[in-house]
């Protein structure tokens, strides 16, 4: 839909089509990024309803911190390859869990295994797809540990090659009382 604003057409996203000839906005590639956090899991449905209104590729992705080969080999020491092995296939089966089968049924999805640091690797996922948006929780790690480094989530808005969408998990329930009416 086009509405005149000041004397000049401007584009106005139309929230109920997939693709609207005045925004040209068309999303073909969607990138969910989860650490299996309840965070994470608020923040699928918004994935899965822009991956479903578009029809696109919803591309869920983990990255594996563990397994990553930038830690010092004094963190592996006594990790045989059986217990790696077990690890890769328990993120591996979580990885799987995380679409529904129903919603798999009527969506295209595909499950990303990596390992590294998030953030880089949330972004390098990203260019190589070359994915039209990224959707992901604004939490996922807290404490001391965000104070020193910052949050995956707004080192990956700060350098993410597309538009990424930041779901806030509701962590209180508001409700109006009586006496404010």
Known sequence: MLKKISGAEAAVLDPVAPKTPA??????????????????????????AMATHFNATLYV???????????PPEVY???????IAYLKRCARDSLQKVVPPEIKKQLHVEEILEKGVPYQ?????????????????????????????????????????????????????????????
């Open 23 to 48: 925004t040209g906005l068309s999303i073909k590639k969607v990138l969910f990024p989860t650490d299996f956090s309840n965070y994470a899991n608020y923040a699928l449905k918004y994935a899965i």
């Open 61 to 71: 992705l983990h990255v594996n911190v563990l397994l990553a080969q930038n830690y």
């Open 77 to 83: 020491q006594g990790m045989d390859a059986d217990y």
């Open 121 to 181: 690797e949330i972004v390098r996922k990203a260019q190589e797809l070359g994915v039209d948006v990224i959707v992901m929780s604004t939490r996922g790690r807290t404490g001391l540990d965000h104070t020193l480094t910052g949050s995956t989530t707004e080192r990956v808005v700060s350098l993410a090659p597309c538009p990424v969408f930041s779901i806030k998990y509701p962590e209180f329930e508001f409700s109006r009382s009586k006496s404010a009416e």
